[in-house]
């Protein structure tokens, strides 16, 4: 079964509209967290790391007032595309791992994200 | 910096037949390498997992191989099936703590029956 949960799957909003993702993992406590974009077509791309009780840490060219991080929790991090627009509109997916770097990432299965 | 590249970028063969996915990476400091697969509109699936030590991974007509040093892993295919049609992945995670993985742009494989 799924070990990290991503919600909602799916969102079609306004221009203007503040959406929030949330990541959750299952099964195990995710201290950090990974947040990646990923364009039609293209590959994922890393847009920050999501640091349980601290602050994000963003990738070079990511607005972090744009792309609220939260993680409050070592089971949830929250993502929240502030204003959204049109350009906006990609496929947003998280990852969770543990600090030994030789076990395997776990993915939620992604949010797209249409901005109309 | 970490870079992954995936070659061909795209390949459409006949129901059957088998196939090599290609993938290089720039840096050896790696803790493992995987390979994902990912139907459109869809998130990752994890197909294989290799870790820095190991040469390759198994699992039903899918064999990953491993050559660190060259900075080199392939993905084989066998008997290729229309449902294998999909975009393969390849991640490597480099080595210094909990790292995220860097993702090459991928191989979209069409299988025709």
């Known amino acids: 079964g799924a070990v990290v949960s991503q919600h909602p799957s799916w969102v079609i909003c306004k221009s203007g509209t503040s959406v929030k993702i949330e990541c959750r993992s299952l099964d195990f406590q995710a201290t950090t967290m990974f947040w990646y974009r990923q364009f039609p077509k293209q590959s994922l791309m890393l847009m920050a790391t999501?640091?349980?009780?601290?602050?994000?840490?963003?990738e070079q060219g990511v607005e972090k007032d744009k792309f609220l991080i939260n993680h409050a929790s070592l089971t949830l991090s929250t993502l929240t595309v502030t204003s959204a627009h049109p350009e906006d509109s990609s496929f947003y997916i998280c990852s969770a791992g543990t600090r030994q770097g030789g076990q395997p990432q776990h993915f939620g299965d992604g949010t797209r994200l249409s901005i109309l | 910096k970490q870079e992954v590249t995936q070659i061909p970028a795209a390949l459409s063969v006949p129901e059957g037949e088998n196939l090599v996915l290609n993938c290089s990476f720039t840096?050896?400091?790696?803790?493992?390498l995987q390979w994902f697969r990912q139907d459109p509109g869809k998130g990752l699936t994890s197909l294989l997992l290799?870790?820095?030590?190991?040469r390759e991974q198994t699992s039903g007509r899918l064999n990953a191989s491993l050559d660190k040093s060259s900075g080199r892993s392939t993905l084989y295919i066998a008997a290729s099936q229309p449902g294998d049609s999909a975009t393969y992945l390849c991640a490597v995670r480099p080595i210094g703590g909990n790292t995220p993985l860097v993702f090459g742009k991928g191989t979209r494989l069409s299988v025709i029956a």
């Open positions: 290799i870790q820095s030590s190991q």
């Open positions: 999501s640091n349980e009780g601290s602050k994000a840490t963003y």
């Open positions: 840096d050896s400091a790696i803790y493992n």
